[in-house]
């Protein structure tokens, strides 16, 4: 025998559920809202400092503020105080000029190397025109301890010089060390 659910109380059970879902959207709503709010908070004052000395550099300063040197000093400022060597910012003008600066530029004797597992650097490619091809250096030439053929592998740390090439005007030593 099937069983037939009254109008009313098919309305009654979609208003419920319409109320439930209306509830846990608004708390879940609210929770969010409230970490925004106080992220917010935090970000103000943390950058309350910064307010002040805005305010007092505008006041006393003896003539108009910079606004973009003073926002890319800043912005400088804030990856220094990362402490990273390695990290550094430009503004948009020296990014520019950095690219332009590199572009196309290598540096080096025109060798490409690879390491095996054998922790030799064997040869795979020497670049046309380059100090290593003029030296005579071959795609296959292995750099290890002694130069070029290879020899055996150093003892771990040591050091010594694996092949010299003409470079512009002067001798380029390349080293490898074992590590």
Same mark, same amino acid.
């Given at each position: 025998?099937?069983?037939?659910?009254?109008?009313? /109380?098919?309305?009654?059970?979609?208003? +419920? *559920? $319409?109320?439930? &879902?209306?509830?846990? &959207? +608004? $708390?879940?709503?609210? *929770?969010?809202?409230?970490?925004?709010?106080?992220?917010?908070?935090?970000? /103000? %004052?943390?950058?309350?400092?910064?307010? %002040?000395?805005?305010?007092?550099?505008?006041?006393?300063?003896? !003539? %108009?503020? @910079?606004?973009? #040197?003073?926002? #890319?000093?800043?912005?400088?400022?804030?990856?220094?105080?990362?402490?990273?060597?390695?990290? &550094?910012?430009?503004? =948009?003008?020296?990014?520019?000029?950095?690219? #332009?600066?590199? /572009?196309?530029?290598?540096?080096?004797?025109?060798? *490409?190397?690879?390491?095996?597992? $054998?922790?030799?650097?064997?040869?795979? =490619?020497?670049?046309?025109?380059?100090?290593?091809?003029?030296?005579?250096?071959?795609?296959?030439?292995?750099?290890?301890?002694?130069?070029?053929?290879? !020899?055996?592998? %150093? @003892? @771990?740390?040591?050091? !010594?010089?694996?092949? *010299?090439?003409?470079?512009?005007?002067?001798?380029?030593?390349?080293?490898?060390?074992?590590?």
């Amino acid at each position: 025998m099937e069983k037939k659910i009254g109008f009313g /109380a098919a309305l009654s059970l979609m208003a +419920l *559920t $319409s109320a439930v &879902t209306f509830v846990l &959207t +608004l $708390s879940v709503s609210r *929770t969010v809202f409230n970490s925004k709010v106080s992220e917010i908070d935090r970000l /103000a %004052e943390k950058y309350a400092r910064l307010d %002040e000395l805005d305010a007092v550099v505008r006041r006393e300063f003896y !003539q %108009e503020v @910079p606004e973009e #040197d003073v926002l #890319d000093g800043m912005l400088m400022g804030y990856v220094y105080g990362l402490g990273d060597r390695y990290s &550094t910012y430009r503004s =948009d003008r020296e990014y520019e000029e950095y690219q #332009d600066n590199n /572009a196309g530029v290598y540096v080096g004797i025109g060798i *490409t190397v690879q390491v095996p597992e $054998s922790g030799d650097a064997q040869i795979v =490619d020497v670049s046309e025109g380059g100090s290593a091809e003029k030296a005579g250096i071959e795609a296959g030439d292995w750099l290890g301890g002694g130069g070029i053929p290879r !020899q055996p592998a %150093e @003892p @771990p740390g040591r050091c !010594q010089p694996a092949s *010299t090439a003409r470079w512009g005007g002067d001798w380029l030593h390349v080293i490898c060390c074992c590590y």
